[in-house]
């Protein structure tokens, strides 16, 4: 970090410590008269305790040593302060009436090593034409129109709670369809699980891979020799493959979500589908 990145880190925060900041404040017009140049003049918006304060910074001893000029700094501000990094100026080398501050290594925060003395004169009125007419930004005062005011935070409010309540909607029907979703995936899981339990009981292999067709056909082949009970319960777990099988062909009237299989059961939530009667 080179001295003007130093100087300018340290500009930074002296401005966040103030309400008003002037960098580079002068005590006179650029042209045409002679004037005194501060590094950084700050006043905080308050009537009380009302003190402008002024900033010289020091980034070296070479800095230090050849500054003769601070006393002219003295009218312009009613407390003058030297900041510098850390270490550069101890305090005890610094005149009764200035101040001391250290910037951290990291320039991120201000220390003050000595308390600038008090002066209670006025702040030179020509430090005070220069920032009013030069540097400041004059604003209209808002004279707020009270009804108005209530009118906006009322539409305000009403259109926060509208966009609350669509948030909200949105949220509850995209968790619905999670859980119908679960609730689908939970019940083909049970079905994979019964298929398998009775591919066991009838001796079917179940620990090679098998496309889903030819497990079906080795299921069919198993059917001989089963009573009736044994016969439904195999036609049960084909048919559940079967379905897993089967592309959706049209939007399901009761999930929204899925498509309605060709069995008449949606593909996604298992609802039964009355096709003819919704042809008719």
């Known amino acids: 970090m080179n ?11 002296l401005e966040n410590k103030h309400d008003l900041y002037v960098r580079e404040c ?49 009218p312009m501000c009613n407390r003058l302060w030297f900041v510098c990094p850390s270490g550069i100026i101890q305090p005890e080398e610094m005149p009764a009436e200035l101040g001391l501050m250290w910037a951290s290594k990291n320039y991120k925060r201000l220390y003050k090593k000595k308390m600038a003395a008090y002066r209670s004169d006025a702040v030179d009125i020509d430090t005070l034409w220069y920032i009013l007419i030069c540097r400041a930004a004059i604003h209209k005062e808002d004279p707020r129109d009270e009804s108005a005011y209530w009118k906006a935070w009322m539409a305000k409010k009403a259109e926060n709670r509208w966009l609350g309540a669509i948030v909200s909607k949105t949220i509850r029907e995209h968790v619905m369809a999670v859980e119908r979703e679960n609730d689908l995936l939970r019940r083909q899981i049970t079905g994979v699980q019964n298929i398998k339990e009775t591919c066991t009981t009838l001796g079917v292999d179940t620990t090679g891979s098998y496309w889903p067709s030819e ?9 001989d020799g089963m009573d009736i009970y044994q016969r439904r ?5 084909v048919k559940i493959i079967q379905q897993l099988l089967k592309q959706p062909e049209a939007d399901c009237e009761y999930c929204g979500q899925g498509r309605d299989a060709d069995d008449n059961y949606c593909g996604i939530c298992g609802k039964f589908v009355d096709k003819e009667a919704k042809a008719r």
């Open 233 to 237: 319960g195999l036609e049960g777990a």
């Open 26 to 74: 002068k005590n006179g017009p650029t042209w045409g008269a002679r004037h005194r140049r501060l590094d950084g003049w700050g006043l905080q918006r308050s009537w009380k305790n009302l003190a402008a304060d002024g900033y010289e910074i020091k980034v070296s001893r070479p800095d230090l040593m050849s500054d003769d000029k601070w006393h002219d700094y003295l």
């Open 215 to 223: 497990m079906c056909s080795m299921l069919r082949e198993a059917r």
């Open 3 to 13: 001295a003007r990145d130093k100087v300018d880190a340290i500009q930074k925060l």
